[in-house]
T-cell receptor, first 114, second 116 residues
Framework: GAGVSQTPSNKVTEKGKYVELRCDPISGHTALYWYRQSLGQGPEFLIY????????DSGLPNDRFFAVRPEGSVSTLKIQRTERGDSAVYLCASSSQPAEGVYTFGSGTRLTVV | AQTVTQSQPEMSVQEAETVTLSCTYD???????LFWYKQPPSRQMILVIR??????QNATENRFSVNFQKAAKSFSLKISDSQLGDTAMYFC?????????????FGTGTLLAVQP
């Protein structure tokens, strides 16, 4: 597609439930990133994929968070046993030039845990 | 730790005037990238301007320019001839390990309001 697409745009879930957030990057972009933006804060890095593999997952806060990119294109961020503190906007970005610091961001998924 | 600090939570400017947003960062690296991103209510982070640390010349993009002071670790954004559409959150960001960039470190943002 022309841009980075994230679905759903908004997601409300109950505490303790499992959620999946999807990111469809720009076609041909090998690098894909997930960020989490809490209210009133800047985005914080979660995980970086180069192709199908997670090149850096140092930003994942705990083992309830997991992300996959099985075919090197679409990525899914999975959160188990959601907590109210997980409420945030989850942003995805992709790049064909990660070494040049050139990224395109999606519009994010706003996750609300009630 | 590498950090980015934006000390102005909110700024206001009159339409057609000039405004400067401040950003400082902390790093021991010599090669890196600096960015300003705009985030309107649509939530998408839009790249405004990008600076490579090894370049002494300040980057410019139309009405947007930066004042990059490497020794002072300062990277301010100047918006000239402000327009109503410039109203948004502005984030300063730092990318370490120039040439092996895999993450951005963001500041907490400045909310800019352009008044008619």
């Amino acid at each position: 597609g022309a841009g980075v697409s994230q679905t759903p745009s908004n997601k409300v879930t109950e505490k303790g439930k499992y959620v999946e957030l999807r990111c469809d990057p720009i076609s041909g972009h090998t690098a894909l990133y997930w960020y989490r933006q809490s209210l009133g804060q800047g985005p914080e890095f979660l995980i970086y994929f180069q192709g199908t593999g997670a090149a850096d997952d140092s930003g994942l806060p705990n083992d309830r968070f997991f992300a996959v990119r099985p075919e090197g294109s679409v990525s899914t961020l999975k959160i188990q046993r959601t907590e109210r503190g997980d409420s945030a906007v989850y942003l995805c970005a992709s790049s064909s030039q990660p070494a040049e610091g050139v990224y395109t961001f999606g519009s994010g998924t706003r996750l609300t845990v009630v | 730790a590498q950090t980015v600090t934006q000390s102005q939570p909110e700024m206001s400017v009159q339409e057609a005037e000039t405004v400067t947003l401040s950003c400082t960062y902390d790093t021991s690296e010599n090669n890196y990238y600096l960015f300003w991103y705009k985030q309107p209510p649509s939530r998408q982070m839009i790249l405004v301007i990008r600076q490579e640390a090894y370049k002494q010349q300040n980057a410019t993009e139309n009405r947007f320019s930066v004042n990059f002071q490497k020794a002072a670790k300062s990277f301010s954004l100047k918006i000239s001839d402000s327009q109503l559409g410039d109203t948004a959150m502005y984030f300063c960001a730092f990318a370490p390990d120039g040439g092996a960039t895999n993450k951005l470190i963001f500041g907490t943002g400045t909310l800019l309001a352009v008044q008619p």
